[in-house]
């Protein structure tokens, strides 16, 4: 199985996060509508709060950054996200630390959610009986509000499935994810002549978040070749103009779309293909790289394969 040298390099995040949703099904009852209700299969009567829906928001906000933070240096894999194996460490510290928050942030919503119900009532009181008809013991939402994550590696069994074909698309999703973090660079270009410092900070990012995963696909280095290139070349302070500005909102038309990031990697390799052999002090930047039309199937060499050791871990 020629995925193998990648799942080699690969530690694969499940986030397990679970938070209550402070909802329960809207009854009959609830509405007074007696016997004239319609049948469950012709009309949902659909939801309604036990209580302000504003405390549990701190959870969902944890969880978003549990998920940046498995995106900063990975991708979506399988039900969780992929990382390199010499991320794992650090991505699980910081996970540790998130798990930590999340824990003393439900003590103290479960210390106050008698209060908080109350206090909704008293905000809704023509609908008293519905909300604590719905009410849950405090032990229950506790049970139903955890963050946890396991680490572990992938041995494909002898019918892995379609493991190598989604091994296969790690690139293109790498590529949607760096696309979808690269356009809130366009307020940045559009209507200015300058590019703020400030900017260069997603850029940063999206060369970070390549470079960490430049193996799993062979048009992810010619990429951050491009974006490094760049990158160097600006200057220590003040705002970045002229021809550096024009080239950086090529790169942003570039990093934002994911064909164009496909075409672009594959492209340079074919270029550099063809092109005759360069002289010691030249480099493939002397050539004329910002060619993005050619796009041949190019197959790299496998990475060295290295052991990874399962983890899990569960808070």
């Known amino acids: 199985m020629h995925t193998l040298p990648i799942l080699d390099r690969l530690v694969v995040v499940n986030l397990d996060v679970r938070i209550w949703s402070g909802r329960k099904k809207l009854t009959a009852e609830d509405l007074a509508l007696g016997a004239d209700v319609p049948p469950e299969d012709l009309v949902s009567l659909g939801s309604k709060r036990v209580c302000d829906p504003e405390p549990l928001n701190g959870f969902h906000r944890l969880k978003k950054q549990a998920e940046r933070i498995c995106l900063a240096g990975g991708t979506r894999f399988l039900s969780g996200f992929a990382i390199p194996q010499a991320r794992a460490e650090a991505v699980a510290k910081e996970l540790d630390a998130l798990a930590t928050r999340f824990a003393a942030q439900r003590a103290t919503f479960v210390a106050n959610y008698a209060n908080a119900v109350e206090d909704w009532i008293a905000q809704h009181p023509r609908w008293e009986a519905a909300i604590r008809r719905a009410v849950d013991p405090a032990s229950l939402v506790e049970s139903r509000l955890g963050f946890g994550y396991q680490l572990y590696a992938i041995t494909p069994a002898p019918n892995a499935g379609d493991l190598d074909q989604q091994v296969a698309g790690l690139g293109d999703t790498l590529f949607g994810e ?85 075409d672009h990697g594959a492209g340079l390799l074919a270029l550099h293909d063809l092109l005759p052999a360069a002289p010691a002090e030249t480099t493939l930047d002397d050539a004329p790289a910002k060619e993005l039309s050619l796009a041949l199937d190019v197959d790299a060499p496998p990475p060295a394969a290295h052991p990874v050791a399962s983890q899990d871990f569960y808070f």
């Open 178 to 262: 760096v696309a979808q973090l690269a356009r809130e660079l366009d307020g940045s270009f559009v209507g200015r002549d300058a590019l703020p410092r400030r900017a260069l900070s997603t850029f940063r990012r999206v060369r970070d978040k390549l470079a960490c995963l430049t193996f799993v696909d062979y048009r992810v280095q010619p990429v951050l070749d491009t974006l490094d290139g760049w990158l160097g070349r600006l200057p220590k302070r003040g705002s970045i103009r002229g021809a550096l500005f024009n080239e950086g909102f090529g790169l942003m038309l570039l990093v934002s779309d994911p064909q164009r990031l496909s």
